[in-house]
């Protein structure tokens, strides 16, 4: 037996990420995807609105190609700038004729007829960006904090061999993470009925769904954790998939593309507010073969184009339609009815409620990359209060892999899924 709930007190620290919560706090502490870079595809195009850890914000991309990230209100008179003019190395509000450029500083008042000394007194609340593996980051924490960019392996890996996206989700950040960090329910909620379907899935005579139900084993790093599911299998050996935890928010898992190509994938969970989350996927080709137009749509996830707005990022599939829930193919094809492995993460993680009351859970021996996950994330809220550096801030995490493998049941699976020359991490 193992349970470890959450007291009511310890879900509040965890969930609330606002200015002046303790994760919304420590959650500063790191650089935090903020947009795609697509959505800023040229210099001067039309600013972006952004929504993170419950502040206000706006994209743009000015006329030399640098991309700021301001307070969405303009200090003069609070009118938005989203209805600004991006134009000659600024945003210009429309309201007064106040301009910023991309580090926050007033450049011109076209309102006041003697502006220099009131413009130089003059600043808007501006984060510090990178443009990096597609993404826009943002540290949104102290200056005297800043922490050295991301070094994620796949934000180095050539365009052709990767893609990006985003999907709107529409609960707390924490959900999303537990998700997918949470082994033993994906070859359960996943699982398909036939071999013969072209739905997307687990078909049964795949060794992740044949296994019995997982060991947990975690190994807890300085980055966060590395863990694996292992599964015994009928014939003698083992089913072993590891995955990494990365604090706060980042996953890291294994995967195969539409044609079958080897990738390396994962998740980053970012908190637009309390109840809403932008999760960036990602999935890149660990073979000479690049991906294809196909694979880029990511059909058997439900995040690419063909599923998501990509003005809104809102999945086609979702709670207002029932994520297009069809009876008939779940009784016959696939163990929900819902098409998109993701779109099924979001359905399950959407029907617990905007905050999940964790206090009233109960975990058992299956949970325990979850237990450990908030436990580490507990401890770095303390971290932080206690004046010192979080997990995962120095980029620790760059060359980590993850792997999924049948092996003899003697075998070490984790010398047998660490590339050469890897450490074994000490086991929780």
Not at 334 to 341: E, K
Request: with cysteine; glycine share 8%; hydrophobic share 35%.
């Amino acid at each position: 037996k193992e349970e470890h709930m959450l007291s009511r007190e310890e879900n509040e620290r965890l969930t609330r990420v606002g200015p002046g919560t303790p994760m919304g706090i420590t959650m500063r502490r790191y650089w935090i995807p903020a947009l795609l870079a697509r959505e800023l595809p040229a210099p001067d195009c039309p600013p972006v609105r952004v929504r993170m850890l419950g502040e206000d914000l706006i994209a743009f991309r000015d006329t030399e190609g640098r991309i700021g990230l301001l307070d969405e209100y303009c200090p003069h008179r609070r009118a938005s700038l989203y209805f600004g003019r991006n134009e000659a190395c600024g945003l210009r509000c429309v309201y007064h004729g106040w301009k910023y450029d991309t580090e926050g500083r007033c450049v011109d008042m076209m309102n006041e007829p003697d502006s220099e000394s009131f413009r130089e007194k003059i600043f808007i609340t501006s984060y510090p960006t990178l443009e990096l593996g597609g993404l826009v980051w943002a540290y949104l924490g102290p200056a005297e904090r800043t922490p050295a960019p991301p070094a994620f392996g796949w934000t180095r890996i050539p365009a052709s061999h990767i893609t990006v996206s985003k999907v709107i989700q529409e609960t707390n950040w924490l959900q999303g993470l537990e998700g997918g960090i949470d082994t033993s329910h994906a070859p359960i909620l996943h699982r398909l009925l036939t071999p013969n379907t072209t739905r997307p899935g687990f078909k049964p005579d795949n060794p992740f769904v044949r296994g019995k139900p997982p060991t947990l084993a975690v190994d807890v790093t300085d980055y966060g954790y590395r863990y694996a599911g292992i599964r015994t299998l009928d014939e003698g050996s083992i089913h072993v998939r590891t995955y990494h935890f990365i604090l706060p928010f980042h996953q890291i898992r294994p995967s195969r593309s539409e044609s079958g190509v080897p990738l390396m994938a994962g998740h980053t969970w970012v908190p637009i507010d309390d109840e809403t989350t932008m999760v960036f996927n990602w999935e890149f080709s660990t073979t000479d073969a690049p991906l294809t137009e196909e694979d880029r749509l990511e059909r058997r996830l439900g995040n690419g184009p063909l599923d998501v707005d990509q003005t809104t990022f809102r999945s086609k599939r979702n709670r207002q339609n029932d994520y297009r829930l069809d009876r008939q193919v779940q009784k016959t094809e696939s163990f929900t009815g819902i098409d998109g492995i993701n779109t099924q993460d979001r359905a399950i993680q959407e029907s617990m409620g905007p905050i999940v009351g964790r206090s009233r859970e109960h975990l058992g021996p299956a949970d325990r990359a979850v237990i450990q996950a908030r436990r580490l994330l507990l401890e770095a809220v303390k971290t932080v209060e206690d004046g010192g550096t979080p997990r995962a801030v120095a980029p620790t995490y760059a060359s980590l892999v993850a792997a999924e493998a049948v092996l003899p049941r003697d075998a070490d699976w984790r010398d047998a899924t660490l590339p050469a020359g890897s450490q074994v991490p000490q086991t929780v």
